[in-house]
């Protein structure tokens, strides 16, 4: 089976799926439940009709629920963004909210605002310098769930050099919690190696008085953003889009990798973009 987790099949499916009102058959779903059983990663809860002929599922994904697509032989798994380019709605929270429950996603002036206070915090760096998007992951490596997440978006960095991403976004990695002064006492590059060695559970090097209060600082700012960590923050001005998703799970990590991905593409490179 050709599973896709962090990847949209054909790129188009995440930019967006338009909406139809005929009745799909349902896609066969015993390939996608054996690859689930065999990974030990979940199962599937229930399938509903979803757009454009494509087969909507409702997986338990360790522990978490999440919502995903099943194209009508059965042989692909979509994850992520899909939306109605005729209304603009999204689809993919409107079946979350209707076949999961409220989807805790965070748009609007209170999204700006946390996007911009996160746009301050310090953290570690990749991509465009130049960028005026920012996707911006925080997690408490020190937390298992942190930890997969720091893991996730190390893996997912590149995947979205692949996809070009990084020509008009920068990701930014801000870890929290008791390794977090020992990351951020290095200049950038140290710290990509720093967070390298958190993954590989490898001493991480001293802790610097700069260092902590970076970590500190960050704290600060974090006290007065009320989201549970992990979350992430999709920043991207150039598109008109902000919105914040809390995190629980590592699907949760590539649905917002790949929202990122699909505006990346219809953003122009900046001429003029300051370094940041």
């Given at each position: 089976?050709k599973?896709?987790?962090?990847?949209?099949?054909?790129?188009?499916?995440?930019?967006?799926?338009?909406?139809?009102?005929?009745?799909?058959?349902?896609?066969?779903?015993?390939?996608l439940a054996?690859?689930?059983?065999?990974?030990?990663?979940?199962?599937?809860?229930?399938?509903?009709?979803?757009?454009?002929?494509?087969?909507?599922?409702?997986?338990?994904?360790?522990?978490s629920?999440?919502?995903?697509?099943?194209?009508p032989?059965?042989?692909?798994?979509?994850?992520?963004l899909?939306?109605?380019?005729?209304?603009?709605?999204?689809?993919?929270?409107?079946?979350?909210?209707?076949?999961?429950?409220?989807?805790?996603?965070?748009?609007?002036?209170?999204?700006?605002?946390?996007?911009?206070?996160?746009?301050?915090?310090?953290?570690?760096?990749?991509?465009?310098?130049?960028?005026?998007?920012?996707?911006?992951?925080?997690?408490?490596?020190?937390t298992?769930l942190g930890?997969?997440?720091?893991?996730?978006?190390?893996?997912?960095?590149?995947?979205?050099?692949?996809?070009?991403?990084?020509?008009?976004?920068a990701?930014?990695?801000?870890?929290?919690?008791?390794?977090?002064?020992?990351?951020?006492?290095?200049?950038?590059?140290?710290?990509?190696?720093?967070?390298?060695?958190?993954?590989?559970?490898?001493?991480?090097?001293?802790v610097?008085?700069?260092?902590?209060?970076?970590?500190?600082r960050?704290?600060?700012?974090?006290?007065?953003?009320?989201?549970?960590?992990?979350?992430?923050?999709?920043?991207?001005?150039?598109?008109?889009?902000?919105?914040?998703?809390?995190?629980?799970?590592?699907?949760?990590?590539?649905?917002?990798?790949?929202?990122?991905?699909?505006?990346?593409?219809?953003?122009?490179?900046?001429?003029d973009?300051?370094?940041?």
């Amino acid at each position: 089976m050709k599973f896709v987790w962090r990847r949209i099949l054909s790129g188009m499916l995440a930019a967006g799926i338009m909406a139809t009102t005929t009745q799909a058959i349902a896609a066969p779903t015993g390939l996608l439940a054996h690859v689930l059983a065999s990974h030990h990663a979940g199962k599937i809860i229930r399938t509903f009709p979803g757009p454009a002929g494509l087969t909507g599922v409702v997986m338990d994904y360790n522990g978490s629920k999440a919502i995903a697509y099943l194209t009508p032989d059965g042989k692909y798994l979509i994850s992520g963004l899909v939306a109605d380019l005729e209304t603009g709605d999204n689809l993919t929270s409107k079946y979350g909210a209707e076949y999961i429950g409220k989807v805790d996603v965070i748009k609007g002036q209170p999204a700006f605002h946390i996007a911009l206070q996160c746009a301050s915090l310090s953290g570690i760096t990749v991509g465009n310098p130049k960028a005026k998007n920012y996707l911006i992951a925080v997690f408490n490596p020190s937390t298992k769930l942190g930890y997969k997440i720091m893991g996730g978006m190390m893996g997912e960095a590149g995947n979205m050099q692949r996809q070009k991403t990084f020509n008009v976004a920068a990701l930014k990695l801000v870890p929290v919690g008791p390794l977090a002064p020992a990351v951020l006492s290095a200049a950038n590059p140290g710290r990509q190696v720093r967070l390298l060695h958190v993954l590989n559970h490898k001493p991480i090097g001293a802790v610097t008085s700069l260092g902590a209060r970076f970590a500190q600082r960050n704290n600060t700012i974090l006290s007065h953003i009320h989201v549970k960590l992990p979350f992430m923050v999709v920043y991207f001005p150039q598109a008109g889009t902000e919105a914040v998703l809390p995190l629980h799970s590592l699907m949760g990590l590539a649905t917002a990798v790949n929202t990122a991905e699909v505006l990346g593409k219809g953003v122009q490179i900046p001429m003029d973009a300051g370094a940041h």
